[in-house]
Antibody, heavy 116, light 108 residues
Framework: QVQLVESGGGVVQPGGSLRLSCTASGFTFRTSGIHWVRQAPGKGLEWVAVISYDGSKKYYADSVKGRFTISRDNSKSTLYLQMNSLRGDDTAVYHC?????????WGQGTLVTVSS | EVVMTQSPATLSVSPGERVTLSCRASQSVGSNLAWYQQNPGQAPRLLIYDVSTRATGVPVRFSGSGSGTDFTLTISSLQSEDFAVYYCQHYNNWPPITFGQGTRLEIK
């Protein structure tokens, strides 16, 4: 079955950096678009970024544009999110989710806490 | 950016009842609308896509309808496992995709 497992979360100071990973299995990773969606504590879902199946197209939410970079390694079935210049409002659980438009499978998420 | 508004924010209902959740888009999204269910501490789960198509394994008591700007998710007879938060999401002319703020179903 489809599995998406995020890792790399933790506590980071404002202005710091973190790289998240999402390891996929159970489907053909290299043919799937993949998104990052985050959820602040007690809040709703916020789309963050998407990358096309081959990595040629990348799109970002305005709130993270210029600070976050999405990438993928199809040889490792792994998605990444490089997060720089982190702020307090970036504190959230970050989920990776498979799909080109609607999101048909989600990972459990990894918690990122930005705090001094 | 399309703003998705869900109502109500919280709905108190009894098991076995029929319930309808609403989602309104700030502009037409055609039929590019999905619904998700999220239980506490768990990842969201896709329920419905393209307004009314149930995802794999979703029980028939879940149904979706609407078009353009107004959409509904109906649960015909609430089961205990249905008490969760529900989100709508559009994917028309994206990015960005946007989600509604969610409707929480709680046990009356």
């Amino acid at each position: 079955q489809v599995q998406l497992v995020e890792s790399g979360g933790g506590v980071v100071q404002p202005g710091g950096s973190l790289r998240l990973s999402c390891t996929a299995s159970g489907f053909t990773f290299r043919t799937s678009g993949i998104h990052w969606v985050r959820q602040a504590p007690g809040k709703g879902l916020e789309w963050v970024a998407v990358i096309s199946y081959d990595g040629s197209k990348k799109y970002y939410a305005d709130s993270v544009k210029g600070r976050f970079t999405i990438s993928r390694d199809n040889s490792k079935s792994t998605l990444y999110l490089q997060m720089n210049s982190l702020r307090g409002d970036d504190t959230a659980v970050y989920h990776c989710a498979k799909g080109n438009s609607y999101l048909d499978s989600w990972g459990q998420g990894t918690l990122v806490t930005v705090s001094s | 950016e399309v703003v998705m508004t869900q109502s109500p924010a919280t709905l108190s209902v009894s098991p076995g009842e029929r319930v309808t959740l609403s989602c309104r888009a700030s502009q037409s999204v055609g039929s590019n609308l999905a619904w998700y269910q999220q239980n506490p501490g768990q990842a969201p789960r896709l329920l419905i896509y393209d307004v009314s198509t149930r995802a794999t394994g979703v029980p028939v008591r879940f149904s979706g309808s609407g078009s353009g700007t107004d959409f509904t998710l109906t649960i015909s007879s609430l089961q205990s496992e249905d008490f969760a938060v529900y989100y709508c999401q559009h994917y028309n002319n994206w990015p960005p995709i946007t989600f509604g703020q969610g409707t929480r179903l709680e046990i009356k």
